[in-house]
């Protein structure tokens, strides 16, 4: 279903986030890791919270493989406000599903993971 | 030739070779970096799901815009295994491992039997069906209008992807185009297009864990990442133009390898 102005989020909308996100991240880890590649780069191996306060190419390392696996949470969000203005409630209602469980699965791996 | 630069041309395949066929490339990309770089197998998994979702948004990018995929279909199977990959970890705990990959390696064998039989009996067939608003797919200028069948079982069976995903370390696809196609009778290019970009939301659910313990090397994960988003997007274009048998007839190859694999895991030998 498309607005006035004929943009549609169930498919301009994804497509946007995708395009845009994923050049986003892969711009940000391509980066990192010719920072890396030409100045040197510590163990990758660390938890993420820690790689993204490691500084230098990790840090841009951890912020690109973050910002990529968010992108299907900006999927569902623009799906969800697709399926709102295009009045589809059951629908807008299991894509707001769907992204509190991958909402709910982040909180989780980051509070795990700071316990431990 | 420089350990970076193959780990980026694996990737680079399985980007490819996933779009194309609608899979993560998981299933190549954890034996590439277990057996070929012999990373432990929980990094090489942690690395194999942030590419499913590097797959998925390169790829699903151009196939959302091109009408492609089915973006109504793909979110309502998407909660199915998005629970059922949340869930994979606890039923992963009361069944054998052994037993599991031989129900595996049995389901892919009928898998890739059906599909085969599918394909020789009417190879570029659309289908019709109970369900007209999942037709959205059918704006691509290039596919036929279709309508899917047995919506109910295949919520159902998207949750057993899911659920699968988890337990065996596989990627969704393999799982969810069958069901797209053979259940649903969607035409394998939708059915590949959708299933491609479900399987990040599937891959996502998954792939928290092992980034914020700590599982996945950033240096490792960086260039295998980049050569997959390359990969995705050529797969991608690829299989628009690729003929609906020779897509068949790739998924069957890859269904009946992943079989093989999971027969020796059954059997003790992998």
């Known amino acids: 279903m498309s607005d006035r102005d004929g943009f549609d989020w169930l498919s301009d909308g994804i497509a946007a986030v995708l395009r845009i996100g994923t050049l986003v991240s892969v711009g940000i880890i391509a980066v990192g890791y010719v920072i890396g590649l030409v100045g040197g780069v510590g163990d990758g191996q660390r938890p993420l919270l820690e790689l993204i306060g490691g500084g230098g190419p990790l840090t841009m390392l951890g912020v690109g493989l973050l910002t990529m696996t968010l992108l299907p949470v900006g999927v569902l969000a623009a799906a969800s406000i697709g399926f709102a203005r295009s009045g589809e409630r059951s629908r807008m209602l299991t894509s707001v599903a769907v992204l509190g469980l991958l909402l709910a699965s982040l909180a989780a791996a980051a509070l795990l993971a700071q316990a431990g | ?270």
């Open chain 2, 1 to 270: 030739m420089p350990f970076d630069l193959l780990l980026a041309l694996s990737g680079l395949l399985a980007g490819a070779f996933g779009a194309m066929l609608g899979l993560g490339g998981g299933i190549l990309i954890v034996p590439i970096l277990t057996l070929g770089f012999d990373m432990p197998l929980t990094a090489a998994v942690g690395t194999s799901l942030i590419c499913v979702i590097a797959t998925s948004t390169g790829g699903a990018a151009v196939n959302v815009r091109a009408g492609r995929a089915d973006v109504r279909l793909g979110i309502l199977l998407g909660a199915g295994t998005v629970v059922g990959a949340l869930t994979g970890g606890v039923v992963a705990g009361l069944l054998p491992e052994r037993v599991l990959a031989a129900l595996f390696a049995l389901l892919m064998v009928y898998t890739a039997f059906t599909m085969a039989r599918g394909a020789l009996r009417r190879p570029s067939e659309p289908s019709v069906t109970d369900a007209p608003e999942n037709a959205a797919a059918s704006d691509g200028a290039t596919e036929p209008a279709y309508r899917t069948r047995r919506l109910p079982a295949a919520v159902g069976g998207s949750f057993v992807a899911g659920n699968v995903s988890g337990l065996l370390g596989v990627g969704g696809g393999i799982v969810t185009v069958p069901l797209l196609h053979l259940v649903m009778e969607a035409p394998m290019r939708i059915a590949v297009a959708t299933s491609n970009f479900m399987i990040g939301m599937t891959a996502a659910a998954g792939a928290y864990a092992y980034l914020f313990r700590g599982d996945v090397d950033a240096t490792v994960a960086a260039p295998v990442v980049l050569g997959v988003a390359a990969g995705a997007a050529i797969g991608a274009r690829l299989s628009a133009r690729l003929r609906q048998g020779w897509l068949i007839g790739l998924f069957v190859i890859v269904v009946l390898y992943v079989a093989f694999q999971m027969a020796m895991r059954a059997v003790g030998s992998a």
